[in-house]
């Protein structure tokens, strides 16, 4: 069965903080993924990875990083979270070819406080 | 730029069928997607189409495809509530490389 397990459902987190969303896949995957889901404006992309240690940004990194050091695990970074960040992040992974079915972790709903 | 637009509410009577519609903007998209939804959940991968067909059947999903208005929707016979979530569409769109774009997602609200 794939998976694509996100390392909290839940987190709360001061103004300020450093965070850190863990992301990892156990199907090998090329391609992985961070979303951030809200309402009325659905997904959009923050950052991807196409390969270890690459990534490219995607349409709002502003305020992000990231991290990908093994390919199975993706890390998005908050360098210093502030309450517009407070939304679902939603991690993805898929292979290179097509198709290119994303296969996605259940979220992580963050609070910055 | 690439954009894909979607109506954000429907609502549906239990054994109707519900049609989802979805507009995108570029037209070298290969193939275009439905995802899924549910509460408290991620979403999931309901079906695609390649963008050389019209028309995608898969039991109870239907999905059509206008290439020339660039219009994609997604039709549910005999609606359940178990079908009760937000549904997605989303283009690939290829700048190197690929990534999927999605819509604002429809929420499906169905009722006895």
């Known amino acids: 069965d794939v998976k694509v397990t996100q390392s909290s459902r839940y987190l709360v987190k001061r103004t300020g903080e450093k965070v850190f969303l863990e992301c990892v896949q156990d199907m090998d995957h090329e391609n992985m993924f961070w979303y951030r889901q809200d309402p009325g404006l659905g997904l959009r992309l923050i950052y991807f990875s196409y390969d270890v240690k690459m990534k490219e940004k995607g349409d709002i990194p502003e305020g992000y990083s990231v991290s990908r050091e093994k390919k199975e695990r993706f890390s998005l970074i908050l360098e210093s979270a502030s309450t517009n960040q407070t939304s679902m992040y939603l991690c993805?992974?898929?292979?290179?070819?097509?198709?290119?079915?994303?296969?996605f972790g259940q979220g992580t709903r963050l609070t910055v406080v | 730029g690439e954009d894909v637009e979607q109506s954000l509410f429907l609502s549906v009577r239990e054994g109707d069928s519900s049609v989802i519609n979805c507009t995108y903007t570029d037209s070298s998209s290969t193939y275009l997607y439905w995802y899924k939804q549910e509460p408290g959940a991620g979403l999931q991968l309901l079906t695609y189409i390649f963008s050389n067909m019209d028309m995608k059947q898969d039991q109870r999903l239907t999905v059509l495809l206008n290439k020339k208005d660039k219009h994609l929707s997604l039709r549910i016979a005999d609606t359940q509530t178990g079908d009760s979530a937000i549904y997605f569409c989303a283009e690939i769109v290829s700048g190197g490389y690929n990534k999927l774009i999605f819509g604002a997602g429809t929420r499906l609200a169905v009722h006895p």
């Open positions: 993805a992974s898929s292979l290179q070819g097509f198709p290119f079915e994303a296969f």
